[in-house]
């Protein structure tokens, strides 16, 4: 049992004066217990109706009024399968029209949403639907031969969907005929217990749905999924109080970037180019955007450049959220440069750390200050933010949300002092239920006290600000120094031939290990030396690159998080 000796944590909470100075309130009131994120869904249908669009995707779109009838469609549809309170639905798609549809059918049917990534594996999209005991899986068909090569009938119905079936029947048509026959992006498949989504949606009258009464804030929304690169993926139980608690959170916190747009009459619009069925998207793009009565505009694939470049031109944004490499990648484009970012009033850099010289490039180009917030799929995702009228980036994570305590706490379950380095532990209403099956998991990381630690190391400012240092597993230990990769990328992306970079640690024969750096140059003539006197010059020495590898593409997930396991794999691979 961890030291019970201070279970009430620091009880001044650094943060409240920073609260006092921003004139934010701290307390947050969350909705009766016999509410649910349903009635928050259709508090929004009501409100904005057929008057203002909910979704745009590659110039189609669909309004509030839409969203609402088409998703008590897919309620009524699942409610017709017999399933019931508990069950899991699945649903894998990129950032279609049919994936928000899918997904707020599924809560309103009053059954439990499994997000799942719809580039996975045959091996990891077996494993997510067994472990979830999911009964129905709604899927794009690009990816339904994955499904297929599991061989076996893993759930009950499979609800099979082109990318253009909600674009209106010529362009769906158009779209779906470009996808399948000229791209060939559809492999073939064959699905015996498969049904169309637009045979779905047609298959039960509406007037069959029934809203369920049962849901309450303490019944599980969604199980999210995490902890792939660690180990074997475990299902994070998120409730309808932890997405509803962190909308709210999120909406005292940093809604006044939208307030400006409500007094105009306008709908400020949330460009979602990170994947919805990551957390980070799910909750502050997809969920926010409705909460809000926002425009989320959905791009299906971020690494096509010129599609999100075309979006962004045709719907400036106000709100955008996205990793490091999205920024950067943006901030280096010729194109985006030259366009009218008059409207993006606030740009969230969360997944990974924002570093310093992104934020310096994003501010030259667009004006804005990226605003760094952190979380985890645990924490439903927003536990820690900077402040949205923040005048410079702070190179921190921010201080608490609202109704959220941070305590950063040694090996033994201690807090250290303020200024010293620990692990961030995070208590809140927006922190999860637990693992999904998984009791000793869920004891290895909550507290007695119920704090969720988050295996991130960091330092807390005495105003409350967090400084993230790194993963404990991506900490390397040269001579018995800690050295954090992240803090040295900052350093290394600094140098102006340098468009991105990775560094792990490999074994060292003096120093036990030492740091590698993985460079993808900006200038072609950027060499070893160069890399190898720019970390002399600006690191000391424990901490700076000892082996340079040039490298035409980092590591990515497909948020665009680097992936060190990945380098390692690679390292081990080329030099094992």
């Keep these: 049992m961890e030291n019970q000796g201070n279970l009430t944590r620091r009880e001044d909470k650094a943060w409240l004066k920073t609260y006092e100075e921003l004139g934010l309130e701290y ?16 508090k929004s249908f009501t409100e904005n109706g057929s008057d203002k669009t909910a979704y745009i995707c590659m110039g189609a779109s669909l309004n509030f009024q839409e969203v609402d009838l088409y998703s008590r469609q897919m309620a009524a549809y ?32 009053g059954l439990t949403l499994v997000n799942v990534n719809p580039l996975y594996t045959t091996r990891e999209l077996e494993h997510q639907l067994t472990d979830s005991e999911a009964k129905v899986l709604i899927m794009v068909e690009n990816f339904a031969k994955t499904y297929q090569d599991i061989g076996r009938d893993v759930v009950d119905k499979v609800v099979i969907t082109g990318m253009g079936d909600l674009m209106g029947t010529l362009k769906g048509f158009m779209v779906n005929t470009v996808v399948r026959h000229v791209k060939k992006m559809v492999p073939d498949y064959s699905i015996s217990n498969s049904i169309s989504f637009k045979s779905a949606l047609k298959q039960v009258p509406v007037s069959q749905y029934k809203r369920p009464t049962d849901i309450r804030l303490d019944d599980i929304a ?31 916190f940093l809604g006044t970037a939208f307030d400006d747009f409500d007094k105009r009459g306008e709908q400020p619009v949330i460009m979602t180019a990170l994947p919805l069925y990551h957390i980070f998207s799910f909750t502050v793009c997809g ?15 971020p690494r096509d450049l010129d599609s999100l470049l075309k979006a962004y031109k045709n ?11 999205l920024f950067n990648a943006l901030a280096n484009n010729e194109e985006f440069k030259a ?14 750390a924002v570093l310093s010289p992104t934020a310096e490039k994003w501010r030259q180009v667009t004006g804005n200050i990226i605003i760094q917030g952190y979380g985890l799929s645990e924490t439903a995702p927003v536990a820690t933010a900077n402040p949205s009228n923040s005048k410079t980036f702070s190179g921190t994570i921010g201080v608490p949300m609202p109704a959220t305590d941070v305590a950063i706490l040694d090996d033994a379950g201690n807090e250290v002092e303020i200024g010293e380095r620990g692990e961030i532990s995070v208590r809140g209403p927006q922190v999860m239920k637990g693992y ?48 954090y990769p992240n803090e040295v990328e900052e350093v290394m992306a600094g140098h102006p031939k340098i468009l991105e970079c990775g560094v792990i640690g490999i074994d060292d024969e003096k120093s036990g290990e030492t740091p590698k750096i993985y460079v993808v140059r ?40 680097i992936l060190r396991k990945d380098l390692r794999v690679l390292e081990e691979k080329n030099h094992g």
């Design 27 to 42: 307390d947050i009131e969350l909705p009766a217990d016999d509410t649910s994120l349903i009635d928050i869904l259709e």
């Design 78 to 109: 699942l409610q017709s399968l017999g399933l019931v309170k508990g069950d899991k639905v699945a649903v894998m798609m990129p950032n279609v029209l049919q994936l928000p549809v899918s997904v707020i059918g599924v809560l309103r049917a």
């Design 222 to 252: 969604v199980l999210q999924y995490t902890g792939g690169t660690t180990g074997v993926a475990k299902g994070a139980m998120l409730t309808h109080k932890n997405l509803v608690a962190n909308l709210i959170q999120c909406n005292t």
């Design 287 to 301: 969920m926010f955007g409705l909460y809000r009565g926002c425009i989320v505009l959905l791009v299906p694939n």
């Design 315 to 325: 719907n400036p944004p106000a709100f955008f959220p996205a990793v490091n490499t």
């Design 339 to 352: 366009m009218d970012h008059s409207k993006l009033t606030q740009s969230m850099g969360g997944g990974m």
């Design 436 to 483: 999904w099956n998984r009791e000793e998991a869920t004891a290895e990381v909550m507290t007695a006290d119920g704090f969720f630690r988050t295996g991130d190391i960091g330092i807390m400012a005495d105003n409350g600000y967090v400084t993230i240092v790194d993963r404990k597993k991506d900490m390397i230990l040269v001579s018995g120094f800690n050295v």
């Design 522 to 561: 900006n200038d072609p003539s950027l060499t070893e030396e160069e890399v190898l006197a720019y970390g002399k010059e600006h690191l000391t020495g424990y901490k700076r690159p000892r082996r340079v590898e040039f490298i035409d593409e980092l590591p990515k997930s497909n948020v665009g998080k």
